[in-house]
């Protein structure tokens, strides 16, 4: 396989305005089991959360799991409707914390860099495939995938 970067992202803790309200909000990352969580599992995948900070230290948190998922629209959907804390892609988040439907909970912490890709069989591309890689990495450049990275580049974290 071959495969070319195309842009990266991460996670953000949130939870929905109403749900900070009934139970408060997290405010060192070992509080985090304390609270209900929305948990996104496609697979056996670990059930714990990577936090980590703009100078590479991580926490490691296992959250309480109030509702286990392996739809990340339903993730969002439940933080929404304030059913727990969730850890939330930013591709899926950051329109609804800037628009105060959800609340980053824990700033400037967020899951680890995730790099996305597109991968082929072998360098022998038609074309046409070139043509849309090239167009879907001109588009992601576009959209914003992760926040604050002006802080995280300062401190020499991304």
């Not at 892609?89 to 980053?104: F, H, K, Q, T, Y």
């Not at 046409?128 to 926040?147: G, K, N, P, S, Y």
């Amino acid at each position: 396989m071959i495969a070319r970067r195309i842009t990266k992202t991460s996670g953000y803790l949130c939870a929905s305005p109403e749900y900070v309200r009934l139970h408060g909000a997290p405010l060192e990352p070992e509080e985090v089991p304390e609270h209900e969580a929305i948990v996104y599992r496609p697979g056996r995948e670990s059930r714990r959360w990577v936090l980590e900070a703009p100078s590479g230290e991580k926490y490691r948190i296992r959250p309480q799991s109030r509702m286990t998922v392996n739809s990340l629209p339903m993730v969002v959907a439940a933080c929404r409707s304030a059913q727990g804390v969730a850890m939330i892609p930013a591709p899926l988040c950051i329109d609804a914390i800037e628009s105060g439907e959800l609340v980053r909970l824990l700033a400037p912490l967020r899951s680890p860099v995730i790099w996305v890709y597109a991968a082929f069989p072998s360098r022998e591309r038609p074309p046409a495939v070139r043509a849309f890689i090239d167009h879907v990495a001109a588009r992601l450049d576009t959209t914003r995938w992760l926040m604050d990275e002006a802080a995280w580049v300062d401190a020499g974290s991304s």
